[in-house]
C-alpha cells in the first residue's frame, strides 16, 4: 500500500510590508508541522520489513566488475566475491541483478561467495535477489556459497538460502525468521492535543484500512495478518524448506519463530552447514565447482 504526499499544498504566505501576528504564524507553523509529520509516517505504517537483508556489490555500485586478487591461482579459474550489506531495498536488488548479469559473461569465472552483513530490508527486495541467485545457479550451473559475517539475519538469511552451502563467522548473528509490521495511531494527538480531526473521503470500506486517523480495530488486524503478514510467513518458510534439505518441515517450522540464532546454534540446528571465515568459503567453492586454484 502505498502513501502518496499531496505536492500542490503550500504554506500561505503574507505581504512583506504587512507583519503576521505571531499565535498565527506559530498555529501554521504547526499545522503544516503536523501534516509533514503524518505523510512520512503513512509512508513508514505499512512498510512491511523482514528483518532481512542486501546489497551492493563489493565491486561498484553500477553493476561493473573491478577485479582484486584475494587468492593467488590461475587467471583462467576466478571465483567472484558480491557482497550483501546494509539494508535491502529494490534499487539495491536491481544492483545485484546487473552484477550476476557480468558474473554470467564472465567464462573464467568458476563460482560465486555471497558475502552477506546486513540486520534486515524489504521483502520484495530479498526474494528479488533470492530468485536472481537461484536463476544464475540454473542456468550457469556453477556453485554459489553464502559466507556469512557480522548479522545476517531473517533477509539475510533469506537470501542465503538460495546458495548451495553457507558458511558463517563465529560471531555471526542469524535467524530471525519472520515477519513484522508496523502501524502508528495518531487519532489522540490530533485531536486531542492539536485539536485536528482528519476529514477521510473514500470508496470501499477497506481503501484505508489501517487508518492512523482511528483506532486499530481487530477486523484490520486480521486483515492484515491474512493479506500481508502471513503469506510472507509462509513465502519465508518455504524458502528456508527448499533451501535446507537437511531439515524436516515442522523443524523448519519450530526455527521459524523469529528467533536469533548464533554461528554455533545456527550450526547445531543446521541453518549453516559450518563455522569458518572466507578461507573456508572459498575452498568450498573450489571443492563444489571442481578445481584446485582459483583467483
Given amino acids: 500500500m502505498d502513501f502518496e504526499q499531496n505536492d500542490n499544498l503550500s504554506e500561505p504566505t503574507f505581504d512583506s510590508s504587512q507583519t503576521p501576528p505571531a499565535k498565527r504564524q506559530t498555529g501554521w507553523k504547526i499545522f503544516w508541522g503536523v501534516v509533514l509529520g503524518l505523510s512520512i509516517l503513512a509512508n513508514i505504517a505499512l512498510f512491511l520489513m523482514l528483518i532481512g537483508v542486501v546489497a551492493v556489490f563489493a565491486t561498484g555500485q553500477k553493476g561493473v566488475f573491478t577485479e582484486e586478487v584475494i587468492q593467488d591461482g590461475p587467471r583462467t579459474s576466478k571465483i567472484a566475491v558480491i557482497t550483501l550489506s546494509g539494508v535491502i531495498n529494490d534499487e539495491k ?73 553457507i558458511i558463517a563467522e563465529p560471531t555471526t548473528i542469524t535467524g530471525s525468521i519472520g515477519v513484522i509490521a508496523g502501524h502508528f495511531v495518531l487519532q489522540e494527538l490530533l485531536e486531542n492535543k492539536l485539536g485536528i480531526k482528519p476529514a477521510i473521503v473514500k470508496s470501499g ?91
Fill in 205 to 295: 470500506e477497506k481503501k484505508d484500512w489501517p487508518s492512523p486517523f482511528r483506532p486499530f480495530t481487530e477486523e484490520q488486524r486480521r486483515y492484515l495478518e491474512k493479506k500481508l503478514i502471513n503469506p510472507a510467513y509462509e513465502r519465508f518458510v518455504q524458502i528456508v524448506d527448499d533451501g535446507r534439505p537437511q531439515l524436516t518441515s515442522a523443524e523448519v517450522k519450530r526455527l521459524a519463530d523469529g528467533s536469533i540464532y548464533s554461528a554455533a546454534e545456527a550450526a547445531d540446528e543446521k541453518l549453516i552447514d559450518k563455522i569458518g571465515y572466507l578461507d573456508e568459503a572459498i575452498e568450498q567453492v573450489k571443492l563444489l565447482a571442481g578445481i584446485e586454484k582459483a583467483q
Fill in 93 to 165: 536488488a536491481r544492483g545485484i541483478h546487473r552484477q550476476l548479469k557480468s558474473a554470467r559473461k564472465d567464462k573464467h569465472i568458476k563460482g560465486l561467495i555471497i558475502q552477506v552483513d546486513s540486520p534486515g530490508g524489504t521483502i520484495s527486495g530479498s526474494d528479488e535477489i533470492y530468485n536472481e541467485i537461484r536463476k544464475y545457479r540454473q542456468e550457469t550451473d556453477k556453485p554459489v556459497v553464502a559466507f556469512m559475517y557480522g548479522v545476517a539475519a531473517s533477509g539475510g538469511y533469506y537470501v542465503s538460502a538460495a546458495c548451495e552451502k
